[in-house]
Nanobody, 124 residues
Framework: QVQLVESGGGLVQAGGSLRLSCAAS????????IGWFRQAPGKERNFVAA????????YYADSVKGRFTISRDNAKNAVYLQMNSLRPEDTAVYYC?????????????????WGQGTQVTVSS
Protein backbone atom coordinates (compact mmCIF):
# COMPACT_ATOMS: atom_id res chain seq x y z
CA GLN A 1 0.00 0.00 0.00
CA VAL A 2 1.14 3.55 -0.64
CA GLN A 3 0.01 6.95 0.58
CA LEU A 4 0.39 10.00 -1.61
CA VAL A 5 0.62 13.68 -0.72
CA GLU A 6 0.70 16.41 -3.37
CA SER A 7 2.20 19.85 -2.90
CA GLY A 8 3.37 22.82 -4.94
CA GLY A 9 0.09 24.19 -6.17
CA GLY A 10 -0.78 27.86 -6.06
CA LEU A 11 -1.79 30.95 -7.98
CA VAL A 12 0.26 31.93 -11.01
CA GLN A 13 -0.17 34.24 -13.97
CA ALA A 14 -0.62 32.90 -17.46
CA GLY A 15 2.74 32.02 -18.95
CA GLY A 16 4.21 31.20 -15.57
CA SER A 17 5.46 27.95 -14.13
CA LEU A 18 4.79 25.67 -11.18
CA ARG A 19 6.34 22.44 -10.02
CA LEU A 20 4.08 19.94 -8.34
CA SER A 21 5.43 17.23 -6.10
CA CYS A 22 3.91 13.94 -5.09
CA ALA A 23 5.48 12.40 -2.00
CA ALA A 24 4.83 8.74 -1.37
CA SER A 25 5.14 6.55 1.69
CA UNK A 26 6.16 2.94 1.58
CA UNK A 27 9.31 1.09 0.70
CA UNK A 28 8.02 -0.30 -2.59
CA UNK A 29 7.36 2.99 -4.33
CA UNK A 30 9.45 1.92 -7.30
CA UNK A 31 6.89 -0.80 -8.05
CA UNK A 32 4.16 1.70 -8.87
CA UNK A 33 3.39 3.52 -12.07
CA ILE A 34 2.26 7.08 -11.33
CA GLY A 35 -0.23 9.30 -13.06
CA TRP A 36 -1.20 12.94 -12.69
CA PHE A 37 -4.83 13.89 -13.22
CA ARG A 38 -6.72 17.13 -12.87
CA GLN A 39 -10.28 18.13 -12.20
CA ALA A 40 -11.81 21.53 -12.80
CA PRO A 41 -15.06 22.54 -11.06
CA GLY A 42 -18.03 20.80 -12.61
CA LYS A 43 -15.88 18.71 -14.92
CA GLU A 44 -14.59 15.17 -15.05
CA ARG A 45 -11.22 14.13 -13.74
CA ASN A 46 -8.87 14.08 -16.73
CA PHE A 47 -5.53 12.51 -17.41
CA VAL A 48 -2.52 14.83 -17.55
CA ALA A 49 0.67 12.75 -17.54
CA ALA A 50 2.03 9.40 -16.42
CA UNK A 51 5.34 7.69 -15.81
CA UNK A 52 6.36 4.07 -15.58
CA UNK A 53 7.82 2.62 -12.41
CA UNK A 54 11.38 2.95 -13.68
CA UNK A 55 10.85 6.41 -15.09
CA UNK A 56 11.90 5.18 -18.48
CA UNK A 57 8.57 5.77 -20.14
CA UNK A 58 6.28 8.79 -19.97
CA TYR A 59 3.06 9.85 -21.62
CA TYR A 60 1.18 13.14 -21.84
CA ALA A 61 -2.23 14.41 -22.71
CA ASP A 62 -2.19 16.37 -25.94
CA SER A 63 -3.27 19.49 -24.08
CA VAL A 64 -0.07 19.60 -22.02
CA LYS A 65 2.45 18.02 -24.34
CA GLY A 66 5.51 20.22 -24.74
CA ARG A 67 4.60 22.31 -21.68
CA PHE A 68 4.54 19.80 -18.82
CA THR A 69 7.22 17.30 -17.80
CA ILE A 70 6.73 14.37 -15.45
CA SER A 71 9.68 12.82 -13.64
CA ARG A 72 10.37 10.66 -10.61
CA ASP A 73 13.07 10.02 -8.07
CA ASN A 74 12.55 6.57 -6.60
CA ALA A 75 15.30 7.12 -4.04
CA LYS A 76 13.24 9.98 -2.64
CA ASN A 77 9.84 8.33 -3.15
CA ALA A 78 8.72 11.31 -5.19
CA VAL A 79 7.18 12.21 -8.52
CA TYR A 80 7.20 15.68 -9.99
CA LEU A 81 5.18 17.57 -12.56
CA GLN A 82 6.96 20.59 -13.99
CA MET A 83 4.38 22.86 -15.57
CA ASN A 84 5.52 25.65 -17.87
CA SER A 85 3.67 28.13 -20.08
CA LEU A 86 0.61 27.76 -17.92
CA ARG A 87 -2.77 28.78 -19.30
CA PRO A 88 -6.02 29.69 -17.56
CA GLU A 89 -7.51 26.42 -18.82
CA ASP A 90 -4.92 24.55 -16.73
CA THR A 91 -6.75 25.71 -13.61
CA ALA A 92 -7.85 22.65 -11.65
CA VAL A 93 -7.17 20.47 -8.65
CA TYR A 94 -4.25 18.24 -9.54
CA TYR A 95 -4.03 14.71 -8.18
CA CYS A 96 -1.32 12.12 -8.30
CA UNK A 97 -2.28 8.48 -8.37
CA UNK A 98 -0.46 5.17 -8.15
CA UNK A 99 -1.14 1.77 -9.59
CA UNK A 100 0.72 -1.43 -8.89
CA UNK A 101 2.72 -2.51 -11.88
CA UNK A 102 5.29 -1.22 -14.29
CA UNK A 103 3.01 0.44 -16.80
CA UNK A 104 0.57 3.32 -16.67
CA UNK A 105 -2.91 3.94 -18.00
CA UNK A 106 -4.69 7.13 -18.91
CA UNK A 107 -8.01 6.11 -17.36
CA UNK A 108 -8.32 6.99 -13.70
CA UNK A 109 -10.20 3.76 -12.93
CA UNK A 110 -6.95 1.81 -13.26
CA UNK A 111 -5.31 3.58 -10.33
CA UNK A 112 -5.51 2.21 -6.82
CA UNK A 113 -4.22 5.02 -4.64
CA TRP A 114 -4.86 8.77 -4.74
CA GLY A 115 -3.60 11.85 -3.03
CA GLN A 116 -5.81 14.60 -1.67
CA GLY A 117 -5.02 17.00 -4.51
CA THR A 118 -3.42 20.42 -4.81
CA GLN A 119 -5.09 23.48 -6.31
CA VAL A 120 -3.53 25.17 -9.33
CA THR A 121 -5.02 28.49 -10.40
CA VAL A 122 -3.79 30.32 -13.50
CA SER A 123 -4.94 33.90 -13.91
CA SER A 124 -5.23 35.59 -17.28
Amino acid sequence: QVQLVESGGGLVQAGGSLRLSCAASGRTFSRYAIGWFRQAPGKERNFVAAISWSGGSTYYADSVKGRFTISRDNAKNAVYLQMNSLRPEDTAVYYCAARTGSYYYTEHRHYDYWGQGTQVTVSS
